[in-house]
Antibody
Framework: EVQLVESGGGLVKPGGSLRLSCAAS????????FHWVRQAPGKGLEWVSS????????DYADSLKGRVTISRDNTNNLVYLQLNSLRAEDTAMYYC?????????????WGQGSLVTVSS | SYVLTQPPSVSVAPGKTASIPCGGV??????VHWYQERPGQAPILVIF???DRPAGIPERFSGSNSGNTATLTISRVEAGDEADYYC???????????FGGGTKLTVL
């Protein structure tokens, strides 16, 4: 069974940093691309970042570029999202999602999310 | 950057058919995926590559895509279908994933 479990969220002050983790299981991790998607309270889904099977192949949403870094650990089946210079508007549930059905395919599997709250 | 436009809300009576549009320039040339998000739960994929259904999704869910509009159709709507629905594409020019703004489906 495919499982994605996010962790690392919490309360952080403006300007602070946080690293989110996504632990994957139930499939061959190195064969798949991963994404982070966030949802601010009462708002819609917003794509944040993606990482391909080649860990150098990454993309970021323009709204976060320069403040976020995605990475993966194929040995321990983990995907990371490093968030820096956090602002109040970064408060959101952050979801880890796995592509399915080929490159740039649908996000077929999602974790339950990790809540990040940016407040002083 | 590419934009997908959805109506904020759609209402439908139980047993009727709900259609949720997703507009975008020449969206018919792209592959559209649809997600259902119930309150307090993570999104789940309900339609992929315009009209395919993942295992476990009822046949009542269907999709189409042509011209400037993709559409998610839910037949014989049930109370349990009440949720937010999002369309999504991959924008080749920016290499970014793009979501529509989401549509809240209310079952009357």
């Amino acid at each position: 069974e495919v499982q994605l479990v996010e962790s690392g969220g919490g309360l952080v002050k403006p300007g602070g940093s946080l690293r989110l983790s996504c632990a994957a299981s139930g499939f061959t991790f190195s064969n798949y691309n991963f994404h982070w998607v966030r949802q601010a309270p009462g708002k819609g889904l917003e794509w944040v970042s993606s990482i391909r099977t080649d860990p150098k192949n990454v993309d970021y949403a323009d709204s976060l570029k320069g403040r976020v870094t995605i990475s993966r650990d194929n040995t321990n089946n983990l995907v990371y999202l490093q968030l820096n210079s956090l602002r109040a508007e970064d408060t959101a549930m952050y979801y880890c999602a796995r592509e399915s059905g080929g490159s740039r395919g649908p996000l077929g599997y999602w974790g339950q999310g990790s809540l990040v709250t940016v407040s002083s | 950057s590419y934009v997908l436009t959805q109506p904020p809300s759609v209402s439908v009576a139980p047993g009727k058919t709900a259609s949720i549009p997703c507009g975008g320039v020449n969206v018919g040339t792209k592959s559209v995926h649809w997600y259902q998000e119930r309150p307090g739960q993570a999104p789940i994929l309900v339609i992929f590559y315009d009209s395919d259904r993942p295992a476990g999704i009822p046949e009542r869910f269907s999709g189409s895509n042509s011209g400037n509009t993709a559409t998610l159709t839910i037949s014989r709507v049930e109370a349990g279908d009440e949720a937010d629905y999002y369309c999504q594409v991959w924008d080749r020019s920016s290499n970014h994933v793009v979501f529509g703004g989401g549509t809240k489906l209310t079952v009357l």
